[in-house]
């Protein structure tokens, strides 16, 4: 399969680009290398990625959102199916910097399902998040929920992106999968989020800002868990058979949470990297942040059902995981 993969020098794009190449599928990777955090890590991620995938990788650097430029950039290349996961990603971040959010993810997307149109791929995966839940008082978190009431723009670009594909699988039969991310962490991880952030610090012997002092709680997913349930639904489109599907949707549009189903309380995660990292992290402790959500919870019935997912990484063995390889990686 030749599958075109946006975000390919991203954290989780990388990773699914690695499993495909892995499996014999060729990859024609896309990214704009943004430097919202380290682009010596996208390119360190990119180098791994094209050393498995040889002469079947072949990385685009170009902006999704620039339609001209990307369609010049694909002229000539063909796909089968897309991934497509780059983004402008982080909740906090997008009350500074709300246009970044509106480009890549609004612009972006749109042209994304453009360009899935005019190709008449097979299927098209793309990124939500688990944000889109907002302050959702149900637990945990169910696909078939309302979800009208974003605490942050990133959270209401996500569900805006829900929205776009759901009328591409309407108007123009494209089948779509829309997987909700529920913080997603390990080996290659993303330095913005919190796992990263703390294990530097505590190596560093730093403070560790701890928002809404550690009352928080997420459904922490590990990156290996999240690769095999991406491709997994990859391999199945929704049929355009007129049935509800996951979500609610009657046209080709699946929607999911792939997330680890346990909610975790932050300070059991600062516990856990305190031991893997042999040091006690001092804590600085905050308040709320503004856009922030007190607790995730991913219902996953939905994702096993359809295709197998099945995440098999506790936290207890995830965060050791990513510890030991941010050592290795900047050997220290
Ligand atoms: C993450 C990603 O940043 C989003 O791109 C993604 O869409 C989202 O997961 C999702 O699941 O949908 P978040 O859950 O906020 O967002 O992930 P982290 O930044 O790793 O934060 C996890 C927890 O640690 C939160 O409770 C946060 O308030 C807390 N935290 C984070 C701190 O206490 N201090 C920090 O410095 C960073």
Known sequence: ?????????????????????????????????????????????????????????????????????????????????????????????????????????????????????????????????????????????????????PLSLYAATKKADELMSETYAHLFRLPVTGLRFFTVYGPWGRPDMMVWRFTERVLRDEPIPVYNGGEMMRDFTYIDDIVAGVINCLDAPPADDGTAKAGGSTKPHALYNIGNNRSEPVMKMIGLIEEACGRRAQLDLLPMQPGDVTQTHADITAISRDHGFAPTTPVEIGVPNFVNWYRAFYGI
């Open 1 to 149: 399969m030749d599958v075109l993969v946006t975000g390919a020098a991203g954290f989780i794009g990388a990773a699914v680009a690695e499993v495909l190449l892995q499996r014999g599928d060729r990859v024609l990777g896309i990214d704009n290398f943004d430097p919202y955090y380290s682009t010596s890590l996208k390119e360190a991620r990119c180098q791994r990625v094209s050393v498995i995938g040889a002469d079947r990788f072949e990385l685009i650097r170009q902006d999704f959102a620039d339609m001209a430029g990307l369609e010049q950039a694909l002229a000539g290349r063909s796909f089968d199916r897309i991934v497509h996961l780059g983004a402008q990603p982080g909740v906090r971040y997008s009350l500074t910097h709300p246009h970044a959010y509106s480009r890549s993810n609004l612009v972006g997307h749109l042209n994304i399902l453009e360009i899935a149109r005019a190709r008449e791929v097979e299927h098209l995966v793309y990124a939500s998040s688990s944000s889109v839940y907002g302050g959702n008082a149900k637990l945990p978190f169910a696909v078939e929920d309302r979800v009208d009431h």
